[in-house]
């Protein structure tokens, strides 16, 4: 008797680490060496709470320079950083209203992972978090326990 194959997703899924619903990570193209970031699957793209945000060109290519404050509520700690501008995107805050906002490419970091993500820059000031990470910044590298919290990484107290 021919065994017909069916797909499992459990199988595909099994070499992927859980993550809980909020981690620590770095993102240390930026200089930031630990922000406190919600993993948010309902949101397509990251964002990080920025402000101060500059454009400026350099060698031909446009750039910004902005700074975030990596700690919530500690705006005595700031990190001063640029990237490359990838692009402006309309993105849909969580009130549902529509936003343009600059676009980067940096790499984060999350327990012994390190990926290249695009990131959002905006204000966040407001928010519970300073960093969001966002389904596709995830996508193909964990899946998401949202009962748990800091399962890659460890919850290092604010200063």
Known sequence: MKQNKTYSPESKFKQLAIIGW?????????GINRIKAKIDTGARSSA????????????????????????????????TTEAELLEYRQIRNSGGHAQLRPVVVTT??????????????????????????GRQAIRHHFLVDPGKSFLQSYHHPEK
């Open 22 to 30: 909020r981690e620590t990570i770095a993102l240390p193209e930026l």
């Open 48 to 79: 990080l709470h920025t402000f101060h945000v500059e454009e400026f060109r350099r060698d031909g290519k446009q750039m910004l320079r902005f700074q975030v404050h990596p700690y919530q509520r500690n705006s005595k700690q700031t990190v």
């Open 108 to 133: 984060v970091q999350l327990g012994d992972q390190q990926w290249q993500i695009e990131l959002t820059l905006t204000n966040r000031d407001v928010m519970g978090f300073r960093m969001l990470l």
